[in-house]
Antibody, heavy 125, light 107 residues
């Protein structure tokens, strides 16, 4: 069974940094794009970033560009989100989610079918 | 960037009702749309992908339709466990975008 487990959340002061991790098991991690999604308290879901299978492409929502960096370690089945210059509005539960995968250019697995339980980031001002 | 809207933002319904939620994209996303259900304090759960394909294990009372810019999620015969918030997600390129959500409450 595919599983994702996030860690690294916590309380940080405004302007500080935090690194989130997501460990994957039960599927071929290196074969999938991976995403980070967040949810501020009482708010909806917001896609944050994703990364291609081999790490060669990365995309971000505008509000985190230049501050957050997504990365992965396929040898250790791990996904990361380095967050810098944190703001109060970054306070949220952060989920990692399995994104899409392709075979010979054809999508065979569609985004966000597997989610972690989330890790909470609180930025104090 | 593609913007997503959902209507209604909230609704009250009774067990057994037929419920329809609409999601609109600001530009053509073909059928690159998924629907999610989230209950309070829980992880989102994917219900449908590619607009109309039911996720394995999801009850058949959930269905999806649409293409281009307008999509619908229908729950045929609302059950007590269906009271939740529903989100659409477009994945036609980047950035991906969720809709703002539709909260389905008990009447």
């Amino acid at each position: 069974e595919a599983q994702l487990v996030e860690s690294g959340g916590g309380l940080v002061q405004s302007g500080g940094s935090l690194r989130l991790s997501c460990g994957a098991s039960g599927f071929t991690f290196r074969g999938y794009w991976m995403s980070w999604v967040r949810q501020a308290p009482g708010k909806g879901l917001e896609w944050v970033a994703n990364i291609k299978e081999d790490g060669s492409e990365k995309y971000y929502v505008d509000s985190v560009k230049g501050r957050f960096t997504i990365s992965r370690d396929n040898a250790n089945n791990s996904l990361y989100l380095q967050m810098r210059s944190l703001r109060a509005e970054d306070t949220a539960v952060y989920f990692c989610a399995r994104d899409q995968t392709f075979v010979r250019g054809v999508i065979i697995s569609f985004p966000m079918d597997v989610w972690g339980q989330g890790t909470t980031v609180t930025v104090s001002s | 960037d593609i913007q997503m809207t959902q209507s209604p933002s909230a609704m009250s319904a009774s067990v057994g009702d037929r419920v329809t939620i609409t999601c609109r994209a600001s530009q053509d996303i073909i059928n690159y749309l998924a629907w999610f259900q989230q209950k309070p304090g829980k992880v989102p759960k994917r219900l449908l992908f590619a607009a109309s394909n039911l996720q394995s294990g999801v009850p058949s009372r959930f269905s999806g339709s649409g293409s281009g810019t307008e999509f619908t999620l229908t729950i045929s015969g609302l059950q007590p466990e269906d009271f939740a918030t529903y989100y659409c997600l477009q994945y036609n390129g980047h950035p991906r975008t969720f809709g703002p959500g539709t909260k389905v409450e008990i009447k």
